[in-house]
């Protein structure tokens, strides 16, 4: 099977061309056509931050979203943060553990608002698909919400990639989501996390906060034989913010914890399909 000489994505996750007697994807040949300049979006990041004057970063108590509430307050110095957690009914205990004590430690208003995803969770794992969009863009809009009906204009996320050659989207209502770990690599993250009270939680599918991740991906991994995270990962090799020997890893069909996949399928009422 051939695979992309640039990431790691293959023939079973993406289209792959012949170019120069070198295999390459789709993604990779118009990431080469339209490379982004590192420099104009690093740019373009501090000039929006210099104007941040009051903020709410989408904390999941993740490895990612703890970067971004760092970053906002030590570096960046937003003078009025707070630290909103969406807890979708499976969150890890240790990552809302972590994201209080975190918040604690920077000195930063910590909120909870909890909800039920349960419908989205349940279809996931039915159909072997992935959870993760339409989890997120429910989150993205209860966050919308809260920070419309709070005045405030900034949501600060914990994403690494761009949208494309900007740092930042506007959403409905006036509100600007900024990815603040923009280009950042992992191993700049991992660093900044050696500062912060953070304990990584042992959990299935590489994250370090949800309970559903590492089953909905081994559903989906049986199903379709690679990881829905692909090519996202695949990205980030291809932006040079992971190595290709930890990607691998990454997209690899995880080891789920039996006692993780028996607390999932009981709560979803899928005890049938353990």
Not at 3 to 31: A, H, M
Not at 183 to 197: A, F, N, Q, T, V
Not at 250 to 269: G, T
């Amino acid at each position: 099977m051939l695979t992309c000489s640039l990431c790691i994505n293959n023939e079973k996750t993406s289209k792959i061309r012949i170019i120069g007697e070198k295999p390459i994807c789709k993604e990779c040949l118009v990431y080469l056509k339209h490379k982004p300049d590192r420099s104009k979006i690093r740019a373009k990041l501090n000039d929006l931050m210099d104007n941040v004057d009051k903020a709410i970063v989408a904390f999941s108590g993740g490895k990612d979203s703890t970067v971004a509430l760092y970053l906002a307050k030590e570096d960046y110095k937003v003078p009025e943060l707070e630290a909103v957690i969406i807890d979708h009914g499976f969150m890890a205990k240790k990552a809302i553990e972590n994201a209080k004590r975190v918040a604690e430690y920077l000195d930063v208003p910590f909120v909870i608002l909890r909800y039920d995803y349960s419908d989205i969770f349940r279809e996931a794992l039915l159909k072997a698909q992935s959870p993760c969009r339409r989890c997120s863009k429910r989150i993205m809009e209860k966050l919308r919400k809260y920070a419309l009906d709070r005045g405030i204009k900034y949501i600060i996320t914990g994403h690494e990639l761009p949208f494309g050659h900007h740092p930042y989207r506007p959403m409905s209502g006036g509100i600007i989501q900024i990815r603040l770990l923009s280009l950042m690599s992992e191993r700049e993250r991992l660093e900044i996390l050696k500062k912060l009270p953070f304990e990584f939680p042992t959990l299935s599918g590489y994250t370090t906060n949800c309970l559903i991740l590492g089953p909905a991906l081994e559903r989906y991994y049986e199903k379709h034989g690679f990881s829905f995270e692909h090519r996202r990962i695949a990205a980030l090799v291809r932006y040079g913010l992971l190595d290709k020997e930890k990607a691998l890893e990454k997209v690899k069909k995880p080891e789920v914890p039996e006692e993780i996949k028996r607390e999932v399928y009981k709560r979803l009422n899928l005890k049938e399909m353990l």
